[in-house]
DNA sequence: GAGACTTACGCAAGTCGTAAGTATA
DNA sequence: TATACTTACGACTTGCGTAAGTCTC
């Protein structure tokens, strides 16, 4: 089980074709043929069926293994990295759209203008990403939102050992269009919302799994499938009637269209976490010290 | 960063020696001197301090990253080979000491008595052994308990996925000798024991890191450390004086000489979780299915 | 018959063991 | 000086690319 060939195998996986994976892998067809070949007679199981291209339930199975696998892999060698070299030259944050609050954004272009020799970035991505980011050095340090009980943190995949916080946490809400009979409501209960269809946006708002898993719930009914980390396109088609979705209560605001109605049971908040690596680099460490609540602080972690 | 020198490499530092870990591995020294060489070049960081042979700093971080790597990498190729051939005839249990209760111990005997041609086997072990095994089929079905808060999932090393579910749930009380002063007491806080001594037995009995998480403490004063899965030996050095431990509130249930007391606060249990791969063999699955507790069970998970 | 995966084969690189080298207690 | 790690070197294995082969649509 060469970690080359599983990410082979991931990239076929992923490309559903040999010729693809080889294309983006820069092998040819013939190695990517022989890394699976070597894999399946390894693992004595067939992993991918030909024609087409597709996982069998042993590559299933073994997908479910390799992506942590490669991702911690990349995650030791960043992490190494880091004790070598530091980069103090840059803060590169990953950030999910409901986690870059105005208090973030504050923050952030705080330390642009304390240090303006400091090449700061910001990049928008889903929450795997943004923990991918931060594991593998893509990024100096990551901050991710969810819905959650109170006080209790986020369910982050554990590839690797993050160091993480919260930072805010404030009402769960709703976003209905501004016509929906329940708009007026002051507060809303799940239940109320049984027969609601709802969007599926897991990268630009709360992802509905992790909403079902917070409210120990099934449901949810058919759901319409949202890619992609814009927020503001995700509140188009809540506007249009496409469905609902969950977010912070503040998030939408002022965005015409779209009501945020507080979600009153079960007892859910919108939490907003820091995560960053063990050894962050200095301006990574400043600025999650800068986003740490004080006393008056609303989130423990 | 090749699995293989990764192995030597933990070999390496848990031997304090080149020449021991090629031994243990069937290599020769040369074949271990290259793997380190070649990971420190991979690496651009010295790992291994020689004479004496120690992890360097960043040896130690690798060595974080290294063990669950090898160890998720044993968890895919046994979880893919469970696919492949089931043993029906086996059912191997991994067991800490604290989760070998008496309804445990029918249980098991019931299965026993129940399929006679089936080769029961029961190993007691650490919960990160134990864990172990589950992943990497060693064995079929791991029984593992701690302290945590009520209805807390036990803090499992999150090497790969396992399915967990709680059994059972009781007092956590503090073993003490029976002359002890406060060995009288209907019930203890953590608050009482601050200048206590404690035993630090992760294998017999709560961890004391586990118990600190939980009680949200530092202190716990300090410790004799006890290594090993034998609890009547730990009780021994609890009625000699030895020190404090957690367990649960029955489980020296008629040993001389040690006293236990139950913890009021914080407010802590003792827990006991069944963990099997999420494909467990039939025999597995019939044990874990007669130890899930029923309506009137203690314990949810 | 064309596209896509597999197999054959040759070359280059890597891996291990033997043995000589070197450094430390 | 003895022990333990490192380096040199040769035999062998592995891994990749080229190119021919095979299978399916």
Known sequence: MDPQQLRTFVAVVDHSSFSAAARA???????VSQHIAALEADLEAPLVTRRPVAPTEAGGRL??????????????RA???RLRRTRPGRLAV?????????????????????SPRLAVSVRVCGRDEAVEAALTGTADLALADGAVAPSDPLPLPEA????????????LAVLL??????????????????????IDAPDAAVPLDELRAAARTDGFGPQLGYAGADFRG?????????????????????VAGVVAVPLSAPRLVHRVEVLHPRTPTAPAAGLAEALRPTASGTAGG
């Open 160 to 171: 690797a050992p993050l160091t993480a916080f919260g930072i805010a946490q404030e009402p």
């Open 94 to 114: 990953a950030c999910t759209p409901g986690a870059l609050t105005p208090a973030v954004a504050e923050a952030v272009t705080r330390v642009r203008t304390a």
């Open 63 to 76: 997908l479910e293994h390799a992506r942590p696998l490669l991702l911690r892999l990349d995650a030791a």
């Open 25 to 31: 892998l820069g092998y040819t067809q013939s190695a």
């Open 234 to 254: 995700l509140c188009a088609l809540v506007a249009a009637g496409g469905g609902l979705a969950a977010a912070a209560r503040d998030a939408a605001r002022g």
């Open 79 to 81: 992490d190494l990295g």
């Open 177 to 198: 269009p501004a016509g929906h009979p329940l708009a007026g409501r002051p507060a809303l209960r799940l239940a109320d919302l049984a027969a609601a269809r709802w």
